[in-house]
T-cell receptor, first 111, second 110 residues
Framework: NAGVTQTPKFRILKIGQSMTLQCAQD?????MYWYRQDPGMGLKLIYY???????DKGEVPNGYNVSRSTTEDFPLRLELAAPSQTSVYFC??????????FGPGTRLTVT | QKEVEQNSGPLSVPEGAIASLNCTYS??????FFWYRQYSGKSPELIMS????GDKEDGRFTAQLNKASQYVSLLIRDSQPSDSATYLC??????????FGPGTRLSVLP
């Protein structure tokens, strides 16, 4: 099993550009999550999904969108990138809400 | 929004000592508690979960939960330099997701 995979590993965006961060898991987990982690800080939940076709906002959803058309994939869309979105983005999945498994992260810089 | 608080550290302990990491949470109704370890530049990994009051031991790690005091802690016995990392406390949020604390950076000195 590959577990949770994320692409790309690194990305530099210019202000106003858009991009999609990819996340996939091969563990047949129902729950998937997107977090951001700013330097020296904890994880803030952006969006989460409890199953295909179901998504909900977390603590910091503004500036982001998600979709969940399959159990395996949970892409995160950034529209009109801003410097405040510079962060490390982690995707996670779990069979129930507990014991989340994290991907390796995407380091995003917006300049 | 639930709040989870941790001392940011760094907490420095000598090799072989006991490291004690603390976490408090705001919602008395929280039921499930987790400790994640995050090495610098890496993703978090689950090391302990605890659901009932009292202690839960797993190797050198012991999680302690006191729901009346809204307090959860992690003890690391015989600390090793390889334990140097940031430890994140997570609390369940109405069974839908987690709220994470800011993390405590632990440094184990050889």
């Amino acid at each position: 099993n590959a577990g949770v995979t994320q692409t790309p590993k690194f990305r530099i965006l210019k202000i106003g550009q858009s991009m999609t961060l990819q996340c996939a898991q091969d563990m047949n987990h129902n729950y998937m999550y997107w977090y951001r982690q700013d330097p020296g800080m904890g994880l803030k939940l952006i969006y989460y999904s409890v199953g295909a076709g179901i998504t909900d906002k977390g603590e910091v959803p503004n500036g982001y969108n998600v979709s969940r058309s399959t159990t395996e994939d949970f892409p995160l869309r950034l529209e009109l990138a801003a410097p405040s979105q510079t962060s490390v983005y982690f995707c996670a999945s779990s069979f129930t809400v507990y014991e989340q498994y994290f991907g390796p992260g995407t380091r995003l810089t917006v300049t | 929004q639930k709040e989870v608080e941790q001392n940011s550290g760094p907490l420095s302990v000598p090799e072989g000592a006991i490291a004690s990491l603390n976490c408090t949470y705001s919602d008395r109704g929280s039921q499930s508690f987790f400790w994640y370890r995050q090495y610098s530049g890496k993703s978090p990994e689950l090391i302990m979960s605890i659901y009932s009051n009292g202690d839960k031991e797993d190797g050198r790690f012991t999680a302690q939960l006191n729901k009346a005091s809204q307090y959860v802690s992690l003890l690391i016995r015989d600390s090793q330099p390889s334990d140097s990392a940031t430890y994140l406390c997570a609390v369940d949020n109405y069974g839908q997701n987690f709220v994470f604390g800011p993390g405590t950076r632990l440094s184990v000195l050889p």
